[in-house]
């Protein structure tokens, strides 16, 4: 399994202590390290896994080690459950706003989110996207537009296929390192226990209680049942 980590090093002239970002290989979570690669400031990364895998955990702890990882570019953590007028509540944001002459508070929220995605491509911005794949209509427009302005871009998501395409396409175009985490989360047994007592009630005679057993599992799995994201 691979295990996402960060190695504080050395302090820079600038004073500031620079962060290695790895990527452990071990058997298991608490085993020996059999393999350990540090990632490369100079492209981007794209981290998938599921839930309970240490995503937004890793991404969070990025955030807070930033200056120390990329030397050239101010960050911006921008999460897809936040709402679209908070991404653009950031005081280097307005304050790029006010060198331009213009006044933050007069700004419309359209207005303001023009001026993040202006600000993120004149300072070349290191983005950090927190579950990509919950993005939708308006955010994941403006995403693309960020996307294509910033200097670095990490991005999350449980699964790369689950990215809206043009979003998707966006982040492949910048050639992204790719890296699959496990999970943590207990494998899922529900689907396999249903079969069973369906099964068994079948070689039993009891085929009502089958059909019940078996219809509430193909119910529970369609468009409208819930889902993890």
């Known amino acids: 399994m691979l295990i ?4 504080r090093g050395r302090v820079r002239n600038d004073g500031v202590r620079s962060v290695v970002p790895l ?5 298991r979570k608490y085993g020996p390290v059999l393999d350990e690669k540090a990632l490369s400031v100079k492209t981007d990364w794209l981290v998938s ?17 930033a200056p120390g990882i990329w030397r050239k570019h101010p960050v911006l953590m921008l999460r897809a459950h936040m709402p679209l007028s908070a ?15 213009e006044r933050w508070n007069k700004l419309r ?11 993120v491509e004149t300072n070349r911005a290191a ?4 579950d990509a794949h919950l993005l939708t209509g308006r955010k994941a ?48 047994m529900t ?23 078996g219809g509430l599992h193909l119910l529970g799995r369609g468009a409208r049942s819930a889902k993890q994201s």
């Open 191 to 213: 689907a396999v226990i249903a079969w069973m007592i369906a099964v068994l009630a079948t070689a039993a005679g009891a085929w009502p209680v089958a059909a019940v057993v």
């Open 141 to 188: 427009d403006i995403m693309v537009q960020v996307v294509r302005g910033a200097g670095r871009v990490v991005t999350t998501t449980t699964s790369e296929g689950r990215i809206p395409i043009t979003l998707r396409m966006a982040l492949q175009a910048r050639s992204p390192e790719y890296v699959h985490l496990d999970s943590d989360a207990p494998y899922d």
């Open 23 to 27: 990527v452990r290989t071990k058997s």
């Open 4 to 7: 996402l980590k960060l190695r």
């Open 109 to 119: 929220t359209w207005e303001r989110t023009e001026r993040l995605i202006s600000w």
């Open 87 to 101: 991404w653009a509540e950031d005081d280097r944001i307005k304050a790029h706003v006010e060198q331009n002459g």
């Open 49 to 65: 896994g599921a839930n309970s895998s240490g995503k937004t955990r890793w991404i969070t702890r990025l955030h807070t080690q």
């Open 127 to 130: 983005v950090l996207i927190d």
